[in-house]
C-alpha cells in the first residue's frame, strides 16, 4: 500500500506540478561547507555539505538531475528536511555543474555510475562509522539505480530513494519531444548547448588546445533540437559511446533493478511529463528489497500537495520518514 499523496488542487495536471517550485518557491539559504573531490582522471567534483558534523550521524548523499545543482529547490529542500531529524547530507554536484566548468571535455550523463562510485568511496573514508544513504533526483535517480545494480552487496549504502527516474533512456527522449514537454526538450537544449560552448571557451582562454580540439571535433551543435541530436552528438563520442542508440541501451537503469541489493525506494508519478507510462518497470522486475510507489499525480519531482497559503513538499516529508524506518534495527529488507 502506498502512503497517500492528494495532489495540491490549485495545481492541476503534471505540468504545474512540475514547474511550481522551480518559479514560485522562495529560496532557501542554508550554510553549508564545499568540498573539492579531485578525480582519478584529473577533474573535480564539488560537493555541499549540511547538518550535523557528528562521526557517527547517518549520512545522505544527493544527486541532481539533468543541468541541476546542489542549489536545485529539491536539493536544498531535502537537506534540509533531513537536518530537522539529525541527519546530515551531501549533495553532490555533477561535474560542471557547481558553477565552474569542469577540465575535461566529458562531462556527466545519465549513466555516469563511475563518478557515484569514486564519492561514495570517498564518503565512506571522510565518514567511516556514518550509515550512508542516497537519494536521487531525475538523471541522479537513474546514475544511483544503474550504480546499485552493478554494485549488489558492495553499494556501501544501508538503503536509496530514487524520484521520478527515467527508467528507458531512449524512451524518455521520444517523450519530451511531445506537446507541452516540447518547452522542457527547449529548455534542456539551451543548458546543455551553453554548457558545452562554456567550457570551449574556457578551454580556449586558457590555451588548452587539445581539450579544445576534443570539442570542436563534435562539429557545429548549433541545430540540436532534441536529445537524441545532443546524446548522437556529444554524450556519446565524449563517453565513449558508439551512439545514442548505445548510450541509452547501456545507461537505462530499467536494466540494472533485478541486480539491486540494498532497500530501495522508487517515488514515480504515473503523469510525469518526461517519462511514459510504459518505461516504468515491472513489479517482476523489482528486486525483492525494492518498493515502488506509484501515484497518479505529481509530475516530474513535483509531489506538491497542501493549500495555496501553506503548500506542502510531500518528498521532503515522506523520503526522510523512509529513510529513517529503513535504518530501524527492527526494519524488514524493504520498509
Given at each position: ?18 514547474l ?7 529560496p532557501?539559504q ?15 567534483i ?11 550521524a ?8 539533468l543541468t ?9 529542500g ?11 547530507s ?14 575535461l571535455p566529458?562531462g556527466?550523463?545519465?549513466g555516469?555510475?563511475?563518478d ?6 570517498h564518503?565512506?573514508a ?7 544513504y ?7 535517480g ?10 549488489g552487496d558492495?553499494?556501501?549504502l ?15 527522449a521520444d ?24 567550457k570551449?571557451?574556457?578551454f ?14 563534435l562539429?557545429?551543435?548549433?541545430k ?21 542508440d548505445?548510450y ?15 532497500p530501495t ?15 516504468l518497470?515491472?513489479l517482476?522486475?523489482l528486486?525483492a528489497?525494492?518498493q ?7 509530475g ?24 529513517s524506518?529503513?535504518a530501524s ?7
Amino acid at each position: 500500500m502506498n502512503p497517500t499523496f492528494k495532489p495540491a488542487w490549485w495545481l492541476p495536471g503534471a505540468h504545474l506540478q512540475t514547474l511550481w517550485a522551480s518559479f514560485l518557491r522562495a529560496p532557501l539559504q542554508l550554510a553549508r561547507n564545499r568540498e573539492r573531490l579531485w578525480l582519478a582522471d584529473g577533474d573535480f567534483i564539488d560537493l555541499d555539505w549540511f547538518g550535523p558534523h557528528a562521526a557517527e550521524a547517518p549520512l545522505v548523499l544527493l544527486l541532481h538531475g539533468l543541468t541541476g545543482s546542489s542549489n536545485s529547490h529539491y536539493i536544498l529542500g531535502q537537506q534540509q528536511a533531513l537536518a530537522a531529524q539529525g541527519w546530515a547530507s551531501v549533495a553532490l554536484n555533477w561535474r560542471g555543474c557547481s558553477g565552474e566548468p569542469n577540465l575535461l571535455p566529458r562531462g556527466y550523463h545519465s549513466g555516469v555510475s563511475e563518478d557515484l562510485a569514486a564519492v561514495i568511496q570517498h564518503l565512506q573514508a571522510a565518514r567511516p562509522m556514518a550509515p550512508l544513504y542516497a537519494v536521487g533526483y531525475s538523471l541522479g535517480g537513474n546514475v544511483l539505480l544503474k550504480y546499485l545494480g552493478e554494485t549488489g552487496d558492495a553499494s556501501g549504502l544501508r538503503a536509496a530513494v530514487a524520484v521520478s527516474v527515467p527508467f528507458r533512456l531512449d524512451h524518455c527522449a521520444d517523450r519530451i519531444g511531445l506537446g507541452f514537454s516540447r518547452v522542457y526538450q527547449a529548455h534542456f537544449m539551451r543548458e546543455l548547448s551553453a554548457y558545452v560552448q562554456s567550457k570551449k571557451q574556457r578551454f580556449r582562454n586558457n590555451g588548452q588546445q587539445p581539450q579544445l580540439a576534443a570539442l570542436e571535433q563534435l562539429g557545429p551543435l548549433n541545430k540540436m533540437r532534441t536529445f537524441w541530436d545532443f546524446d548522437g552528438l556529444v554524450t556519446a563520442p565524449l563517453h565513449g559511446y558508439a551512439d545514442a542508440d548505445d548510450y541509452y541501451r547501456r545507461a537505462s537503469s530499467r536494466y540494472f533493478l533485478p541486480a539491486i541489493k540494498v532497500p530501495t525506494l522508487l517515488i514515480q508519478a504515473a503523469d510525469d511529463p518526461f517519462v511514459f507510462r510504459h518505461s516504468l518497470p515491472e513489479l517482476s522486475e523489482l528486486a525483492a528489497g525494492t518498493q515502488l510507489e506509484l501515484h497518479p499525480h505529481g509530475g516530474h519531482v513535483g509531489f506538491i500537495d497542501g493549500s495555496l497559503a501553506n503548500p506542502g513538499l510531500y518528498l521532503e516529508r515522506r523520503i526522510p520518514q523512509w529513510l529513517s524506518k529503513a535504518a530501524s534495527p527492527s526494519s524488514s529488507s524493504s520498509p
